[in-house]
């Protein structure tokens, strides 16, 4: 679990903006919408941030293979710890602003 | 005592053969050199050996079997993300500080540090002793020696030729400090591995004049 951590902390400042992003937005649409529109605002950026990565720093990623991660389970890892956080933060803020 | 094989790779790009007949068998406690000129498929190589470069057939083995997660690899580039401090990148490799310290003293220093802020050769250093002291039986190095001063060379082949309880399969332009490390030696041309002994060996297979 540390190693994925340590490999999404290569990702935190991009994908939490976006979340931070979803959560405002809930604020301006009813709640049903607004969690249909942040997961689409979501799916998006996290294919953007992946095709990104997978042209300009794929060849980084030698430090997690030797841990014995492969670049499948270091996506789906990642992609897991952020979905959590956007939930969690998503639904936090739907409470609040309702 | 793990022994590492690979042999039957064959790699190419479109009509290109890059790597077509290598056969290499490392034990643990041996350093085995790879030369070659650029271009020849040195990287490539240990790429495939590693698992991270799909070849179009590939046989590596650990006696015997499939083992890849206990090999471990440096990279001709940066190892470490600039993001995880060094002494942070020794605990995810489960790798005693002290053991560091105690094997590059001058590495004290360094371990509270960013990767950035290191030096280049310093930066090589660490990542170096950072494979070396995995917890994998066998180490691909990809041109470990680069950018860092001669006698500091000198000290990471001291501590390469005693990690008795790993194989090494070590590649380098350094010919010299490979040769004088390696209990055998390949040289990479035309796709192809030839064992080779001394520099008139070199010579006849065309990597020096």
Known sequence: ?98 | MPVLELDSILLNYDSRVILSNVAIRCNTGEVIGILGRNGSGKSSLLQVVFGSKKAQYRSVRINGDVKEDQITYLPQDNLIPNYIRISRALSLYKIDQDDIVSEFPESKDWLTLYPQQLSGGSRRIIEVLLVLKSRAPFCLLDEPFTGIAPIYIDKLKLIIKNTHTKGVIITDHLYRDVMSIADRLYVLTNGQTYPVKNEHDLKHRGYIF
């Open chain 1, 1 to 98: 679990m540390r190693p994925l951590l340590a490999f999404y902390q290569n990702f935190l400042w991009p994908l939490n903006l976006i979340n931070a992003a979803c959560c405002v937005a809930s604020k301006y649409a009813p709640p049903l919408a607004a969690i249909l529109y942040a997961f689409w605002i979501k799916a998006i950026s996290i294919i953007l941030i992946g095709v990104y990565v997978e042209v300009f720093q794929s060849n980084k990623f030698y430090f997690f293979y030797n841990l014995g991660y492969s670049k499948k389970s270091l996506y789906a890892g990642t992609i897991l710890i952020d979905l959590i956080i956007w939930s969690v933060c998503l639904s936090l803020s739907l409470i609040v602003f309702s």
